[in-house]
Nanobody, 120 residues
Framework: QVQLVESGGGLVQAGGSLKLSCVASGRIFRFNEMGWYRQAPGKQRELVAT???????HYVDSVKGRFTLSRDLAKNTMYLQMNSLKPEDTAVYYCHVDEGPDGMNWYKYWGQGTQVTVSS
């Protein structure tokens, strides 16, 4: 089992920045894809950014050029640097990892979420 704990959310004015962290703990073998998702009130959870095992990142168009996903595998930690925040970025942000023991079978884990609120 893997536990994910996010932190770094909060209230910020439009144009401001926040950095989210996601720390993984527990019985960790290896990670496959890792990423951040968000869910705004009344909307479905959506992908924000992902990183594959080779380090290649992918961003949803609405955050390209503003958000940066990074990771420190030695610390089992993933980050989301969010700059130039907009009110429409307001949501609960969740980290997600695929983890598994053998490189073939992957298990999906989610954090509990951290609230990001951007005021206009």
């Amino acid at each position: 089992q893997v536990q994910l704990v996010e932190s770094g959310g909060g209230l910020v004015q439009a144009g401001g920045s926040l950095k989210l962290s996601c720390v993984a703990s527990g019985r960790i073998f290896r990670f496959n894809e890792m990423g951040w998702y968000r869910q705004a009130p009344g909307k479905q959870r959506e992908l924000v950014a992902t990183i594959n095992p080779g380090g290649m990142t992918h961003y949803v168009d609405s955050v390209k050029g503003r958000f940066t996903l990074s990771r420190d595998l030695a610390k089992n930690t993933m980050y989301l640097q969010m700059n130039s925040l907009k009110p429409e970025d307001t949501a609960v942000y969740y980290c997600h990892v695929d983890e598994g023991p053998d490189g073939m079978n992957w298990y999906k884990y989610w954090g509990q979420g951290t609230q990001v609120t951007v005021s206009s």
